[in-house]
């Protein structure tokens, strides 16, 4: 698959996800430095990774599902990036983030191995969209082709509510 970051093409390592699979495992870090992994998770899930939440394409959609999560009972989202946990945590108290789990994927990588989101030029997550339901399959996949492109949110929401 191939992605552009700013026009320019760069190379994603990993296995890239599709509807119908089931979910792969990963650890990220919250946080408050605990691991989460896939077996941490229940019910609908959207994963997003973005480069770095700390970007305005980033800080705007991450903020986008804290608002949006509400509209939808039993959804949890997540922001997976490759920001440290420390920036992550005062990033989310400046902006009152409550509704999203951020994440971070800095310490082994596996989500952006597992999901195919890294980005092998630059260190970074792409810009991803992951629809899991509450049996562990994948249900809707979207790996933006320009990074810094904004996400479909109604198409994401949209898929969330259909999933079980």
């Not at 970051?5 to 605990?34: A, E, Y």
């Not at 959207?46 to 939808?72: W, Y």
């Not at 979207?142 to 810094?148: A, P, R």
């Amino acid at each position: 698959m191939q992605l552009k970051f700013q026009g320019k093409p760069v190379t994603l390592s990993g296995n890239t996800v599709k509807v119908g699979d089931t979910v792969p495992d990963f650890t990220v870090i919250d946080n408050n430095l605990n691991p989460i992994s896939l077996k941490d998770t229940k019910g609908v899930r959207i994963l997003l990774t973005v480069p770095s939440i700390d970007t305005p394409v980033c800080d705007l959609e991450t903020r986008t599902f804290n608002e949006k999560a509400s509209e939808i009972p039993g959804v949890t989202v997540y922001t997976i990036s490759m920001d440290l946990p420390f920036a992550q945590s005062r990033w989310c108290a400046a902006h009152g983030v409550k509704n999203v789990t951020t994440a971070s994927d800095y310490k082994d990588r596996s989500f952006g191995k597992n999901f195919g989101t890294y980005i092998v030029d630059l260190g970074l997550l792409a810009r991803t969209a992951f629809v899991v339901d509450s049996n562990n399959k994948v249900t809707y996949v979207n790996y933006l082709e320009e990074v810094t492109d904004y996400p479909d949110y109604d198409e994401i929401l949209n898929a969330a509510k259909k999933a079980k």
